[in-house]
């Protein structure tokens, strides 16, 4: 398979995932089971490398580990998303519960700064997160969502835990590899809330305040959040 004119070996990887390139089929191609609409996600990427080849599986036990494994034969860019993980893990080796609904992926760069700077990689990661949730809610909530991180790898809104990152970094030649593993609450209400539930509830608000008939609820689409948080995260 060639994916943004690179040539990714994928029988070096295991069945768990199916690939996807942008430049083949026009960015039309799925796996046969994931529910991740690609089509949707490629015409909203305009990132110069991020989600350039895409992976998508409807269950994994973890994208992060996934990812790890593979990391010597993934192009730049490379990112995994999963409909659900059975042993996602959190910031200090903690469960991260990943029922229907959550956006969970791993995306890799490989970044040449001074290993003084490499600290500040999570920070970055967590302030594109904000803007990708921001950006692609526009649409939904005037000015869109405005989220909150709790530092130092936290999504909150309210006060409430919607999302978190995990950032892997490995050195090897000259350069840092870094693996950003996030999960973000989208439309699944358990175990905290999502951000589904939080659109509702604002577009409620309105509409009572300005007395009109409550409309169903626009939802959150799982693609155009992907590719805005990858296209802030580039």
């Known amino acids: 398979m060639q994916a943004d004119g690179l040539d990714v070996t994928i029988n070096q990887l295991p069945t768990e995932a199916a690939a996807v390139g942008q430049d083949s089929s026009n960015g039309t191609g799925s796996s046969a089971s994931s529910c991740f609409k690609h089509q949707e996600f490629f015409q909203r990427l305009t990132s110069t490398h991020m989600g350039h080849t895409l992976f998508t599986t ?29 042993r996602g893990k959190g910031r200090g080796g903690n469960v991260w519960t990943s029922p229907d609904g959550c956006l969970m992926f791993t995306a890799m760069r490989r970044l040449q700064v001074p290993g003084t700077q490499a600290a500040f990689i999570n920070y970055v990661a967590c302030l594109a997160v904000v803007q990708g949730i921001k950006d692609a809610t526009q649409h939904l909530v005037q000015g869109g969502l405005n989220v909150q991180i709790k530092w130092p790898n936290d999504i909150y809104y309210a006060g409430v835990k919607i999302g978190g990152a995990l950032i892997h970094t490995t050195w090897s030649s000259s350069k840092f590899s870094v693996l950003t593993g996030i999960g973000l609450n989208v439309s699944n209400s358990q175990p905290t809330t999502c951000l589904d539930d939080i659109v509702a509830n604002l577009q409620q608000r309105e509409q009572q305040q300005q007395q009109q008939q409550s409309a169903a609820a626009a939802k959150v689409n799982k693609e155009q959040l992907l590719a805005s948080v990858l296209n802030h995260l580039e």
């Open 58 to 86: 409807p269950s994994i036990p973890s994208t992060q580990e996934f990812m790890r494994a593979h990391t010597s034969v993934l192009p730049e860019g490379a990112v995994l998303v999963a409909d659900q993980q059975t």
